[in-house]
């Protein structure tokens, strides 16, 4: 069992329920560290021992204390975990930059991520640069869906799906009259997109 100042374990748990009231999500171990005025190291510690006395749940980044989890009734938190090429497949760094949570009235139920896009194979489907997509974690989809695909070798692209039975191959479809198809033999479906949250109301990305 970690032994660590209470006064300072007290003053962690207010932070995080002040964040959470201004923000509806959970803060960052970053933003706890510029919070508290402790290291980075020093939060992850000081979140293991709150998370071993019982006083929050704490995995995979994801943070709720007792009043967080009395309020979080019919929400999902879903991480903002980076962004997605809407263009050539590239390869991409999961980056957990916060956590949002999200009305299961409108989102639906399941493990839901939101990636941010850049490039503009996507306008067609109304996904600009910028925006956010709300993706549904799983590793299947219908002809038609937009999906994240992984290709092996290539990386991560954000396309609509079809399955082609005469080329024997999988058709990820920009949507955009200016680009192709992209053929591939196989490819890991890491999701599918369930929303859009438009740039002019997420704030657009920094450059």
Do not use: W
């Not at 006083?55 to 991480?79: C, F, M």
């Not at 090429?85 to 390869?91: R, S, T, V």
């Not at 299947?140 to 039975?165: C, H, M, S, W």
């Amino acid at each position: 069992m970690r032994t660590k100042d209470p006064k300072k374990m007290k003053e962690m748990i207010n932070f995080i329920d002040g964040f959470y009231l201004v923000y509806h999500r959970t803060p960052s171990v970053r933003e706890i560290a510029e919070g508290t005025s402790l290291s980075k190291s020093s939060v992850a510690t000081y979140l293991a021992a709150l998370r071993d006395e019982g006083k929050i749940d704490y995995e995979k980044n994801l943070i709720r204390t007792e009043r967080i989890n009395g309020q979080i009734t019919g929400y999902s938190q879903a991480g903002i975990i980076g962004a997605i090429p809407c263009g050539q497949m590239e390869m991409e760094i999961e980056n957990v930059e916060g956590y949002v949570n999200l009305p299961i009235s409108i989102f639906g139920n399941g493990e839901l991520y939101i990636l941010r896009t850049y490039g503009n194979s996507m306008t067609g489907a109304g996904i600009d640069e910028n925006d956010l997509v709300v993706v549904r974690k799983q590793e299947y989809a219908q002809d038609g869906d937009i999906v994240v695909a992984y290709v092996e070798g290539d990386g991560n692209t954000l396309k609509r799906f079809y399955r082609d039975p005469k080329k024997k191959c999988i058709r990820l479809h920009p949507e955009n009259d200016e680009l192709q198809d992209i053929y591939v033999k196989d490819c890991r479906i890491q999701g599918v997109v369930v929303n859009i949250i438009k740039a002019t109301a997420a704030g657009k990305r920094s450059k």
